[in-house]
Nanobody, 115 residues
């Protein structure tokens, strides 16, 4: 089994910053990619950012230039640095880990951007 534990969410004012962390543990043979998705009530879960095992990153257009994803390989941990936050970034953020043929999700962490 694989467990993903997220941390770092919270309430922040517009223009502020937050850093999300996701630590993976358990029976992990190979990680193809790790990433962050977000979801607001009544809508689908959307990709925010992803980083592959080769270090290739991709971002949603709405966060490009404001968010940065990074990975600490030795600890199977992925981070999402979120700067210049906007109210529309408010959502539950989920960590995702992709192995060969299987994906795993964290429990989610709430990010609220409000004055």
């Amino acid at each position: 089994q694989v467990q993903l534990v997220e941390s770092g969410g919270g309430l922040v004012q517009p223009g502020g910053s937050l850093r999300l962390s996701c630590a993976a543990s358990g029976s992990i043979f190979r990680i193809n990619a790790m990433g962050w998705y977000r979801q607001v009530p009544g809508k689908q879960r959307d990709l925010v950012a992803r980083i592959t095992s080769d270090g290739v990153t991709n971002y949603a257009n709405s966060v490009e230039g404001r968010f940065t994803i990074s990975r600490e390989y030795g600890k199977n941990t992925v981070y999402l640095q979120m700067n210049s936050l906007k109210p529309e970034d408010t959502a539950v953020y989920y960590c995702n880990l992709l192995t060969t043929g299987t994906g795993y999700w964290g429990q989610g962490t709430q990010v609220t951007v409000s004055s």
